[in-house]
């Protein structure tokens, strides 16, 4: 469980990529530089479009994993 | 000397100023049949939405450029100078007022290809810094995951391994398994990200005992909607790369419509000697497994009224017309026809990437009216797209004209009428998963033309996308 001070918590339950992508771009626009998203997904899709998104946009991944089939990811925004 | 982006677009267009586009610029008559063509005047009928009036723009810049009577009296003809403000235009016009569904071009006299124009101005609009970020986004994950697939691969094998897990429960057989990299297959099946376009799929590939191997990329292709011929190519290279090394017979891509319309129609002009492969979308798969009598159907298992939206990337643009009839004939009694159909079937309006953009979503709800009324008249309760792209635009026009419509791939009826052991819980999971974004703002597709050219740079370190996984 991370212990950083989370800028936001998005539900991406359910929606099937590229939208986890989508909010998330959209969603990390929301937030200060440094502080951190948590979200929460279903689909598998995240996997690999959550770190290459992240290379892309210089953003950090601090966390991917899975938990049964829900898919838990934490960002940082970089820049 | 510092290059503003007038410059490049200029030279942009010079560059792409090849036989066909300069017929598409220079051969209008303004006759205005075009007009009733477009969904988008349909549903809203003003001069804006006419697809000669939104290539005019366009035009009057070609003739200022291009022709001497313009150059010398340009009141004359009606050329006009470019300007930043006419780059915004052009980007406005080219990614939001049309969907480079071709209902133009098939219903003009001269066979005018006004979406190799809209495809012309997306380029412009990409290498001005004019494009919708969303899909300059998506193209560059995709690129990124070509580069290093180790990135994500571990996940992705672990994903498949629990698929696979549902799919014995589904087909009852505990061998059942999605091969991946699997050298010498005689398939390569391309999904998009996610287990609903592979499940439904492996599931139909293990009961005819087919030969296949999942590849290990998505099928979309966002750098082709962006009009962006170097993006495009290294997100295609990626699979074409992945066939060559598999010495797979044939690549099958999944219910996509510009994914399947990029590789078969648009990739072999970019890559042509090394298809040692043919392409086929899973709907000619599915019909030729009907046809062949490789498939227990029970159409009695899909009981609802039943329609088809022809994707234009399969249909129109790709000929993919009389397969998915095939198939639906076998998987229900109650399929039912939209009119119009097949080669004149009106865009779902939300192709060409505009389902991907949130800010896009009162233009395509207005853009799918003459869908939307379509559904309603048809009196069905399903509506069929082979195209993901499609099944989100209806699934979000049955939320906005209470529709009240299922939307679902043609596999997902397919598994259904196949009646495995499994079937009853794992197609009520995957139908779930597809309708789970209809009713939001945000989702997303892609598509093109063969026209393509590479853009220059004008964001940053944008280097040359590498070629090879």
Redesign the interface.
């Known amino acids: 469980m991370s212990t950083q001070t989370t800028g936001m918590v998005l539900d991406l339950k359910?929606?099937?990529?590229?939208?986890p992508?989508?909010?998330l771009?959209?969603a990390i626009k929301d937030i200060p530089v440094g502080e951190i998203i948590e979200a929460f997904a279903?689909?598998?899709?995240v996997?690999?479009?959550i770190?290459?998104?992240c290379?892309?946009?210089g953003n950090e991944l601090v966390t991917?994993e899975?938990n049964d089939?829900q898919f838990r990811f934490v960002v940082r925004r970089v820049k | 000397m510092t290059t503003t982006k007038i410059d490049i677009a200029l030279n942009l267009l010079n560059q792409q100023l090849n036989q066909p586009l300069t017929a598409a610029l220079e051969v209008c008559a303004r006759c205005g049949i075009c007009a009733e063509a477009c969904h988008y005047y349909v549903a809203e009928p003003k001069v804006e939405h006419i697809p000669a009036a939104r290539a005019e723009s366009l035009r009057k810049v070609y003739r200022s450029e291009h022709d001497l009577l313009s150059r010398l009296f340009p009141s004359w003809t009606g050329a006009e100078r470019l300007t930043e403000e006419k780059l915004a235009e052009w980007a406005d016009i080219a990614f939001n007022k049309c969907t480079l569904c071709y209902r133009c071009t098939i219903n003009c006299p001269m066979g005018l290809d006004t979406p190799l124009l809209m495809t012309s101005l997306r380029a412009i609009a990409t290498a001005t810094g004019n494009a919708p970020?969303?899909l300059e986004?998506?193209a560059?994950?995709?690129?990124?995951?070509g580069k290093d697939p180790e990135?994500?691969l571990g996940?992705?094998k672990?994903?498949i391994k629990?698929?696979e897990v549902e799919l014995q429960e589904l087909t009852g057989n505990p061998d059942a398994s999605i091969p991946l990299q699997k050298q010498g297959a005689k398939k390569l099946y391309v999904a998009?990200?996610?287990?609903?376009t592979i499940l439904p799929v492996a599931a139909i590939f293990e009961t005819v005992g087919e030969d296949w191997t999942l590849s290990i990329f998505?099928a979309?292709n966002y750098g082709i909607f962006l009009g962006d011929a170097s993006r495009a190519k290294a997100i295609a290279r990626r699979i074409v790369d992945e066939a060559k090394s598999l010495g797979v017979e044939e690549i099958v891509i999944s219910e996509c419509g510009h994914a399947y319309y990029v590789m078969r129609w648009v990739a072999p002009n970019w890559f042509g000697d090394e298809f040692t492969f043919r392409v086929r979308s899973i709907v000619e798969v599915l019909a030729e497994y009907v046809q062949d009598g490789k498939l227990k159907l029970d159409p009695s298992a899909n009981s609802e009224p039943i329609t088809y939206h022809d994707s234009c990337n399969l249909g129109r643009k790709g000929g993919i017309l009389a397969e998915p009839r095939v198939v639906l004939q076998a998987v229900t009694n109650d399929f039912r026809e939209l009119t119009p159909n097949r080669e004149e079937a009106y865009c779902c309006g939300g192709g060409a990437g505009l389902v991907?953009l949130?800010e896009a979503y009162d233009l395509r709800m207005m853009a799918g009216k003459p869908k939307a009324d379509q559904v309603k008249r048809s009196g069905a309760q399903v509506v069929v797209a082979a195209c993901?792209n499609c099944r989100l635009q209806l699934g979000d026009l049955s939320g906005y004209y209470g529709l009240g419509i299922g939307v679902t791939a043609l596999t997902d009826l397919v598994v259904k009428a196949m009646r495995l052991p499994g079937n009853q819980k794992t197609v009520e999971h995957i139908m779930?998963?597809e309708t789970?974004?209809s009713g939001?703002h945000?989702?997303?597709e892609v598509w093109g033309s063969t026209d393509l050219v590479s853009l220059p740079s004008t964001k940053g370190d944008r280097s040359e996308p590498k070629s090879n996984v």
């Open positions: 359910g929606l099937l990529c590229p939208m992508v989508i909010k771009a959209k279903t689909d598998p899709g996997m690999a479009d770190p290459a998104w290379r892309t946009t991917l899975k089939k | 970020e969303v986004m998506l560059d994950a995709a690129i990124e995951k990135i994500y996940f992705y672990e994903s629990d698929m998009l990200a996610g287990a609903h998505e979309a991907a949130p993901e779930t998963l789970a974004n939001e945000d989702n997303a």
